[in-house]
């Protein structure tokens, strides 16, 4: 018995390429609970008594399994993104949820060492949900790459400011639930659309970059909103109602992508059901012996020729990108600039208590830098492709002017004066979100899209490398020093507190002069990029990717009018094949 026609849309839209970016969107707006830790960091450091260093320790772990993705990208390689998505969901749950016990006093309390793989465990969730939704969604849409990072870290960079407005609704202002809410909403989002996610055949549409920007306006407003509300949150005092309502605002925004889903998605399937005119279709036939050394020539296998790397833009192996000149730069100012961003965005809420800001204030300060990453990331994603297309404007000379920025913010906090460090944190969390989207899209035009799953997770692998050197090692310990400085002064000793508080802007002077130089380095780095790749972006990058498209849109064609008339396709002669080749 036939299916209604609602029912053969729904079945349609649901398999759908448009829905399936759409509930991306929702898997990365549930993926950014790292850049919480700043609000629940003070919990953690308060119920357990840990000190600055070992608070920090705790944040280098959980670095370290935001940014440690390779085994979500090998798992990438041999399972579909599904498994992907829920094994991820998996990790989320049991890493934030044994945190959330811990944290309650529901379990015998944990060493440290043991909690570090807690928030490790939680955090290298979000390796998973990135290679199974945004790996896909860049695959699924090459030639607007750089549009697709923008918008998909987007949402992720507002990922804070949403779950802020949750939680706020949910549990009131209470540090321990957000943890707990963490643990189990990027899991159930994950679970709900864990089978729309997949790859699908590259097809070239007009109305893409239109739907694109519509999608970034939504966001945008999104953003704006969360804003408006996060400031009028700290100048009024809002009803358990209030924040309801606010999240009731949120949610209504994110119908808007979903609608725009099913528009594009109906289209196509009237499309479906009447085909193009099959005079204007043109399908060619391909020389025979071409046809047959296509089919002949091998697959290189992923350890083989690890020394003769193809050309830039082919797909290398996972060895020879990682064994490129150009991969070990791209680690070095990964290593400065991430590293050092996200020692700045880890001890923000550290910095202001140093300061001497009240707590409402603090969490304006990670409001802000939530949302003003979100608009470096949506900056970077749609500017830079903008500015490659346009203009063969490289983007790893943008990213040596993210870097560039990302130093002034640095060194606001280490010469702060009143009103300071709102500044700095809408500039470091501009520069911090920026830098993502450009590291991927690098990796992705340098090394090709064969072993994307895997490379771009071993490109951000110096990032919790960075961030351990520069957080723990440097910035941790110039900070206990000084509290110790403190307490001598008062005549007391380490053991007489219980945790290790500096006051004054001393605090943290050294510690982010050094990150301001380390940065400043990364952004030399960076040139050298450029210098190395500057022919390699004069070209057209996106061509062979267009030349997919237009096989899979001629072999659309060929199939809706076969399925819906039976007339004879107009077909080019194999001399006119040839002709088309040697052209």
């Known amino acids: 018995m036939a299916k209604p026609p609602l029912a053969q849309f729904a079945a349609h839209f649901l398999r759908g390429q448009w829905f399936s970016l759409f509930a991306s969107f929702l898997i990365m707006a549930g993926a950014g609970a790292t850049y919480l830790f700043s609000i ?201 109602a209030a924040y309801a309502c606010s999240v009731a605002v949120v949610c209504a925004l994110f119908l808007v992508p979903l609608f725009l889903a099913i528009r594009e998605e109906l289209v ?104 003003w990453n979100y608009f470096g990331r949506i900056f970077s994603g749609f500017a830079s492709e903008t500015l490659l297309v346009k203009y063969k404007f490289p983007r790893p000379l943008l990213m040596t002017l993210v870097l560039l920025l990302s130093c002034i913010g640095l060194l606001l906090i280490a010469f702060p004066f009143p009103g300071s460090l709102y500044i700095a944190s809408v500039i470091i969390g501009f520069s911090f979100g920026a830098q993502l989207p450009l590291i991927f899209a690098i990796i992705s035009e340098l090394f090709g899209l064969k072993y994307y799953s895997t490379l771009f997770n071993c490109g951000q692998l110096a990032s919790p490398l960075g961030s351990y050197i520069l957080n723990v090692l440097i910035t941790g310990r110039l900070y206990d020093r000084e509290a110790l400085k403190t307490l001598k002064q008062k005549g007391m000793d380490r053991s007489s507190v219980k945790e290790l508080i500096c006051i004054g802007v001393h605090c943290y002077r050294l510690a982010f002069v050094i990150l301001a130089c380390v940065t400043f380095f990364g952004a030399l780095a960076s040139l050298i990029l450029v210098v190395r790749t500057r022919e390699f972006y004069k070209g057209d990058i996106y061509k062979k990717f267009r030349e997919k498209a237009e096989e899979g849109d001629t072999e659309m064609a060929y199939s809706s009018a076969n399925e819906g008339s039976g007339i004879k396709m107009k077909e080019k002669t194999v001399e006119e094949g040839e002709e088309s080749q040697t052209k």
Do not use: H
């Open 40 to 240: 629940y960091s003070k919990e953690i450091k308060s119920s357990l008594g840990y000190d600055q260093t070992t608070l920090n320790l705790l944040s280098s772990f959980k670095d370290l399994g935001a940014n440690v993705g390779v085994l979500s990208g090998l798992v990438a390689e041999v399972t579909p993104p599904w498994f992907v998505l829920c094994l991820g969901a998996a990790l989320n749950f049991a890493g934030y949820f044994a945190i959330y016990l811990a944290v309650a006093a529901k379990i015998p309390r944990p060493s440290p060492a043991l909690m570090c793989v807690f928030i490790c465990v939680g955090a290298n969730s979000q390796n998973f949900a990135n290679t199974g939704a945004l790996v896909t969604a860049v695959q699924n849409f090459p030639e607007n790459r750089g549009i697709m990072l923008g918008l998909l870290k987007g949402f992720t960079g507002l990922s804070g400011a949403i779950m802020t407005q949750i939680y706020l609704a949910i549990y009131g202002n209470d540090a321990k639930s957000l943890i707990l809410l963490i643990a189990w909403l990027p899991a159930a989002i994950s679970a709900v659309f864990v089978y729309t996610i997949r790859p699908m055949a590259v097809v070239r549409r007009g109305n893409e970059i239109r739907v694109f920007y519509q999608y970034l306006y939504v966001s945008i407003a999104l953003a704006l909103f969360l804003m408006a509300v996060t400031i009028s949150q700290k100048l009024v005092a809002f009803s358990q």
């Open 268 to 371: 196509l399937w009237n499309q479906k059901k009447n085909p193009i005119s099959p005079n204007s279709i043109v399908i060619s036939k391909l020389d025979p012996k071409l046809k047959l050394e296509i089919e002949e020539k091998p697959n290189t296998p992923c350890f083989a020729n690890i020394f003769n790397k193809p050309p830039r833009g082919e797909d290398y192996t996972i060895l020879q990108a990682l064994l490129s000149t150009d991969m070990l730069i791209l680690f070095l100012f990964t290593f400065c600039g991430l590293g050092s961003s996200l020692t700045a965005v880890d001890n923000l809420g550290q910095i202001g208590e140093s300061l001497g800001y009240p707590t409402k204030t603090i969490k304006t300060f990670l409001s802000l830098l939530s949302i």
